[in-house]
């Protein structure tokens, strides 16, 4: 499947700091430490409607994440998946009276023009689970095979306690997990099963569905193992960052972990588990089941300016769970203004110092707000022209840090 063009990256002058982040598993903030390559892996979208500003804040602090080890001199192997056969899909698909696969297409298009309108830096590979329908049923042929699965009238489940390490990535509770398994996707009370947290790895054939002959048998693959597979074939295990937001925390993240374990019989999946808060509107999280939702499409077609989007959404801690209110918008585009006219100054304060600030606070666990202050006391400087030795070279300098670690092009 194809991503989008990448937007040009400029390099900066001196080093930057290790990237530290907070990980879920390990509750603490800490050192990412990749080698000559870093390994990403950030779920992918469901396409069965627009981007919205949810999606868009997930996609923009892992973006970070990209920036700031390509600027530490990492090169970064990302990967992606599009979940473009899955029943939400397939309901959306019967209520509007589309093909499932025209809705996939058309939505996942749209979501490429809004992430490269935003400047989000493409991942290396970007894949659909239909193109991977036989590679994730070979794994769970594996998986069966190894007493690690089992089946289930024409379905087959993983078994929770194969990985031997099940829990330690979400550390919720069982009665938690219970809840949000039943809540997110899962069926606990499904008779049969061996354990209610078992997970669905693959869905037999049913009438009126799609389906393909595989290593497993008719059917389509469970959410959690297409990631599993999707992300171990292309990285293999412990990588860098499994990142997503946090509604992934359970039960995704945690049995596509407990899955990728159990196949390859390795532990952890990941060395950081990283999770981005949700964005409400109206004292609510914005998802598509309540109908609450604001579209970058909808924002871009109303002549709202990508760049002011990108920095309003980046105002915000990214763990924070935060409100879209009618006034961040608007001192999004006021901000942005000052900045572009600061990048035009004749000359401004130290670029150098606004750049280690910058860095400083990006690399301790994505500080925007943090950069984002450094980056107005700066302009505000630069356009009173009160700075001393006021440097001619500074407002480039200082336009570059913005595109290079923040996205953000003036």
Known sequence: MQSWLP?????????????????????????TAPGATARLYVCGITPYDATHLGHAAT?????????????????????????????????????????????????TELYRQDMAALRVLPPRDYVGVVESVQEIAEAVAKLLADDHAYRLESDIYARTSSSGHFGYESRYSREQ??????????DPDRPGKHDPLDALLWRGRRDGEPHWETAAGAGRPGWHVECSVIAHNRLGMGIDVQGGGSDLRFPHHEHSAA??????GQWPFARHYVHAGMIGLDGEKMSKSRGNLVFVSKLRGAGVDPMAIRLALLDGHYRADREWTGGRLPLAERRLATW?????????PDGMALLTQVRDRLTDDLDTSGAIAAVDRWARLALEQV????????????ARTVDALLGIKL
């Open 59 to 107: 996609y923009l602090a892992f973006d970070l994440v990209h920036r700031l080890w390509l600027d530490a001199g990492h090169a970064v192997h990302y990967v992606q998946n599009v979940t473009d056969i899955d029943d939400p899909l397939l309901e959306r698909a019967a209520a509007t009276g589309a093909s499932w696969s025209e809705l996939a297409e058309r939505e």
């Open 177 to 186: 997990m219970l809840a949000l398994f039943a809540e997110r996707g899962g």
């Open 387 to 398: 700075a001393d030795g006021a440097d001619p070279a500074a407002p480039a300098l200082m």
């Open 340 to 348: 572009r006219r600061a990048s035009e100054a004749a000359a401004g």
């Open 7 to 31: 937007p040009d990256v400029p390099t900066l002058p001196g080093n930057s700091r290790p990237l530290r982040l907070y990980d879920t598993a390990a509750d603490e903030v800490r050192p």
């Open 259 to 264: 899955h990728a374990e159990a196949l390859t």
